[in-house]
């Protein structure tokens, strides 16, 4: 089994208190798996759903979501280097581009498959359950415990984001620059899309389970939630939902995890 380390991405330490960028090297050695730092979700029901949103946003549904625990950032490149360096797997494209290769930055461009080792990796490494989370418990998250508000902040337009005009040129931004939602999660919304754990179909909500739903049993397509660096609009509303075949590797697509509290 890997050892592993708790890291702090706000202070930039693991719990040994080395610097992210020494320790973390995207070519080093080193393959001790990085334990995420979590922030619980409490459990509640909420509505899903946007009425004025896409037709596969629709009808807006009371569902309820078990408490969990969310990473508040993103998968980076420093953690994920330690995964493939543990496994001797191949690097996602665009692993050497500078555009995407900061230590601090979402890892990019993995497919559905490569997103759902990393957490049966860490799973094994720690002797925690990490998974990737349903489109039930994102949207949940990405609310932050608010009803009806089209954004994380509210229902102000992403022109207002902070820097809004700066951000996002060429590539994702190191993780975690700007303020968290209510919950302690940062990017939700922005940055890169998140894959889901769920099959996507876009007439599910018509037939939705009302308690922690996990989406259709088949597909073709995984689910995805949050925005992305090179949309036209940088970030989504919270029951935005995307998706793209699982084995599609995108420079706009990352993810975060989260862990069931029985687990």
Request: some cysteine; proline content about 9%; glycine content about 8%.
């Amino acid at each position: 089994m890997a050892f592993f380390e708790p890291y702090d991405l706000e202070s930039g330490k693991h719990s040994r208190g080395e610097d992210m960028a020494s320790s973390s090297r995207m070519s080093g050695p080193r393959t001790g798996a990085i334990e995420p730092m979590m922030e619980r979700i409490p459990e509640s029901w909420f509505a899903m759903g946007c009425e004025t949103g896409r037709d596969d946003e629709r009808p807006v549904h009371r569902v309820w979501v078990d408490a969990f625990e969310m990473a508040p950032y993103q998968v980076t490149n420093a953690e994920y280097a330690r995964f493939l360096a543990a496994t001797s797997g191949s690097p996602p494209p665009n692993w050497n581009d500078a555009n995407f290769n900061d230590p601090q930055m979402p890892v990019v461009a993995t497919s559905w498959h490569e997103a759902a080792s990393y957490c049966k990796w860490l799973s094994g490494a720690t002797g925690k359950r990490y998974r990737l989370p349903s489109e039930a418990e994102w949207e949940r998250a990405a609310r932050g415990g608010a009803e009806a508000l089209l954004y994380p902040w509210g229902d102000a337009p992403p022109e207002t984001v902070p820097d809004y005009d700066k951000r996002w040129k060429l590539g994702p931004e190191p993780v975690g620059l700007y303020k968290p939602n209510a919950y302690g999660l940062y990017n939700m919304g922005d940055n890169v899309h998140e894959w889901c754990s769920d099959w996507y179909d876009d007439g599910y909500y018509t037939r939705s389970l009302e308690r922690n739903p996990q989406g259709p049993k088949s597909g073709t397509r995984k689910a995805s939630r949050g925005g992305s660096w090179r949309h036209h609009i940088k970030v989504t509303r919270t029951a935005a939902r995307s998706s793209i075949p699982p084995e599609f590797q995108y420079a706009d697509y990352g993810f975060r995890m989260v862990r069931s509290l029985d687990d």
